[in-house]
């Protein structure tokens, strides 16, 4: 059974720092790997999507996929007290359901 | 991207009776859906997973009698939590995706609340 596991935080980062958020997969041939953002009872909202090794960037996001190592992370530059939120890493291949890792719980002190 | 309507956003009900939550998809036709459950403060689990005139499939430890899913047409699934009880209060949410879709969608998730 596929696992996606993250360090459940929570991370404190100060306003304007760099956020660095990190899963590992166990599926070696999982080929799709999301990064949502989830605010307390809302649903998850998708940030970032990565298909291929290396780094993709998007604003202040940066994804970063290193399939040798089964290993996807997520940098949040210039930190704002907004990006406060859990952070869900997760893993999809084709119609099989997103598999999530538990969360990070990242919290930008002002 | 694609939008995944879900309704209703809150529910309140008595213990004993039944709650219907509806899934949509706006602008697209959902081959599969999946139902997730999220207690506090935990992560987003996977109830079940239902195609387009199919039966759903349950995960383990879910009860199908108990969280009965329609998925009759492309643009719409149904969960109905039947004889619901304290401990079924949660957040629900739907996720959508089409033939050969490289992501999935969330409808915005409903709070359910059985007193």
């Known amino acids: 059974q596929k696992e996606v596991e993250q360090n459940s935080g929570p991370l404190s980062v100060p306003e304007g720092a760099i956020a660095s958020l990190n899963c590992t997969y166990s599926?070696?041939?999982?080929?799709?790997f999301f990064w949502y953002r989830q605010y307390s009872g809302k649903s998850p909202e998708l940030i970032m999507s990565i298909y291929s090794n290396g780094d993709k960037e998007d604003g202040r996001f940066t994804a970063q996929l290193n399939k040798a190592s089964q290993y996807v992370s997520l940098l949040i530059r210039d930190s704002q007290p907004s990006d406060s939120a859990t952070y869900l890493c997760a893993d999809y291949s084709g119609n099989t359901p997103l598999v999530f890792g538990k969360g990070t719980r990242l919290s930008v002190i002002a | 991207g694609a939008v995944v309507s879900q309704h209703p956003s809150w529910v309140i009900c008595k213990s004993g009776t039944s709650v219907k939550i509806e899934c949509r998809s706006l602008?697209?036709?959902?081959?599969?859906m999946f139902w997730y459950r999220q207690f506090p403060k935990q992560s987003l689990m996977l109830m079940a997973t239902s195609n387009e005139g199919s039966k759903a499939t349950y995960e383990q430890g879910v009860e199908k009698d108990k969280f009965l899913i329609n998925h009759a047409s492309l643009t719409l699934s149904t969960l109905t939590v039947t004889s619901a009880h304290p401990e079924d209060s949660s957040f629900y949410i739907c996720s959508a995706a089409g033939q050969g879709a490289t992501e999935a969608f969330f409808g915005q998730g409903t709070r359910l609340t059985v007193v």
């Open positions: 599926d070696r041939g999982s080929q799709s």
């Open positions: 602008d697209f036709q959902a081959t599969t």
